[in-house]
């Protein structure tokens, strides 16, 4: 069966930066990624390179930034004060920190500290990145009605509710 709007599909998939650094992959993981088609549950350009592809289809998805996470906003790197941070002592470079925004992934990356004033950068950590996926599609089936419905797959790999 082919993957089309509303089935739910399984894939293995190895992520890269254009270093050729991966970044992710469920190979490493051992459990392949399950979603629901066609209801932007992953990338934009990913989504569209599955469109129609089938069981045992490998293939290679060059993405640029914008069908992926997006550019970089330079609105979204703020200085703001170290008390901002109630109740942690040690701010350093790379720690996350979820952060209630209304644009953005909703959570900042604390990317320099310097005495009180500490820069956090709202942006997503691969926007402005093109992307690369190595793919191996595992499985394709249609979707219940009850996924469909919720916008998301249940079961292994999926929601549990
Ligand atoms: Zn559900």
Do not use: C, W
Request: charged content about 20%.
């Amino acid at each position: 069966m082919q993957i089309s709007n509303n089935t739910a599909v399984s894939i293995h998939y190895t992520l890269t930066n254009d270093a050729g650094e991966v970044i992710d992959s469920s190979i490493q993981s051992g459990e392949p990624l399950v979603y629901l088609h066609g209801q932007s549950n992953i990338i934009s350009g990913l989504e569209r390179a599955l469109h129609g592809r089938k069981v045992g289809d490998k293939f290679t998805a060059n993405i640029p930034a914008s069908d992926a996470y997006g550019h970089v906003f330079e609105d979204r790197v703020q200085v703001i004060s170290r008390e901002m941070f109630d109740g942690i002592d040690n701010i350093e470079v790379g720690m996350q920190f979820h952060a209630d925004v209304s644009e953005g992934p909703g959570i900042v990356t604390v990317v320099a500290v310097d005495g009180d004033n500490v820069t956090i950068d709202g942006n997503h950590p691969l926007a402005g990145m093109p992307l690369t996926f190595e793919i191996e599609v595992i499985d394709v089936r249609p979707a219940s009605e009850e996924e469909i419905e919720h916008g998301h797959i249940h079961g292994a790999g999926g929601h549990h509710h």
